[in-house]
């Protein structure tokens, strides 16, 4: 009787968690508004995209460090990281095509757009990189490749990274960087 009682719990308990939808704890769409991936909630907002209006065109390269190692027994610690891309203009709509996630070595880790984006006239994007995931490794970077209509346009990208080691805690900030072609 035993063995079929736990049994039974073990099978539910299965059945359970297999129904855990995977989405529903990814930051991105827990600390979202409308708790729905923000990357993802634009590209279904998107309208097909006119590219021959556009005057400014920038790729720029964001460093993100999703681990660094201590000094300490040259202990590695895992970071998580936000990386924020700004749209600086009171009037007019940031366009992103690309962000591309690569790893130390420059392999490509993860594609996030299958189309382009319209970042509304002040809004930000904002984008967690969990500190579990340490494909990046400590020469992660970003490339994001943004238009708009003008110079105007231009938007402020930057990364922050937060982790602790022990009883400290630490965080840093780092810069888009244009790419020149």
Do not use: W
Not at 18 to 39: L, R, T, W, Y
Not at 94 to 100: A, E, G, M
């Amino acid at each position: 009787m035993n063995k079929c009682r736990i049994s039974v719990l073990c099978i539910t308990g299965l059945l359970l968690l297999s129904g855990c939808d995977a989405s529903k704890q990814d930051p991105n769409v827990m600390f979202s508004e409308e708790h729905q991936d923000p990357i993802k909630e634009l590209e279904n907002g998107s309208k097909k995209v006119d590219h021959s209006k556009f005057g400014y065109k920038q790729t720029f390269y964001v460093p993100i460090y999703s681990d660094i190692y201590t000094d300490r027994d040259n202990r590695k610690v895992l970071l998580s990281a936000t990386l924020s891309v700004r749209n600086t203009t009171l009037k007019n709509s940031l366009y992103i095509n690309k962000i591309d996630y690569y790893g130390t070595h420059g392999e490509l880790v993860k594609s996030y757009l299958t189309e382009t984006i319209e970042l509304p006239a002040m809004a930000t994007l904002n984008y967690i990189i969990e500190r579990e995931e340490d494909k990046g490794g400590s020469g992660a970077n970003f490339i994001i490749e943004v238009e708009g209509v003008d110079e105007t346009v231009r938007p402020v990208i930057e990364a922050v990274m937060i982790g602790n080691f022990s009883n400290k805690s630490f965080a840093f900030s780092t810069e888009g960087t244009p790419v020149v072609h």
